[in-house]
């Protein structure tokens, strides 16, 4: 393959990637900042608004809008890395750090982390064994996957290539 081809699809790869990652962070971004946030219990409150304006109409299109920015960026900026080694390295770096934002978002979203943050130690009954099913089913692999990737692009970008004898 022509090495400028090869640079833009691996690239574009990468990018890919990327955007998918970062999908389950813009969606809820993007929610809480027109003031859409669902609460991971709702109240009767809740019930009581049955539409919240425009906002929900345009959201979808403006989160497929960033999460395609997103992807260009991450192509365009990849590109630009003229050693292949050194490009997958910060192409695993960058989708390492997608999915530790997701991971985080995840347990933000669906109250595990404020369930461990402001949870009292004593006199906690029934909470213990659904939040620790979630973190071992979702927040394993999550974070396994995160430090792999992590990992693996901070050691290619470490390593310099060997120079032939």
């Known amino acids: 393959m022509i090495p400028n081809t090869r640079r833009w699809v691996i690239s574009g790869l990468f990018g890919l990637f990327v955007g998918w990652a970062i999908g389950g962070v813009i969606f809820p971004a993007m929610s809480a900042l027109l003031g859409m946030m ?3 219990e709702p109240g009767i409150r809740d019930a009581a608004i049955p539409w919240q304006g425009p906002a929900i109409d345009v959201l979808p299109f403006l989160a497929i809008g960033l999460q395609a920015a997103v992807v260009i960026a991450v192509t365009l900026l990849l590109a630009r890395v003229p050693d292949e080694r050194r490009r997958f390295g910060w192409g695993c770096l960058t989708i390492g750090g997608a999915i530790l934002l997701n991971g985080i978002v995840l347990l933000m979203i ?3 982390l404020g369930w461990l943050l402001d949870q009292p130690r004593s006199g ?3 909470g ?7 973190l071992l089913l979702l927040g394993l692999p999550y974070a396994l996957l995160c430090i ?3 990992a693996g692009g901070a050691v290619l970008l470490r390593t310099r290539p060997r120079w032939p004898a």
Do not use: H, K, N
């Open 110 to 112: 669906t109250g595990v």
């Open 148 to 150: 792999g990737l992590l």
């Open 38 to 40: 669902v609460r991971p």
């Open 128 to 134: 213990e064994a659904s939040t620790g099913f979630f």
């Open 124 to 126: 906690a009954i029934g």
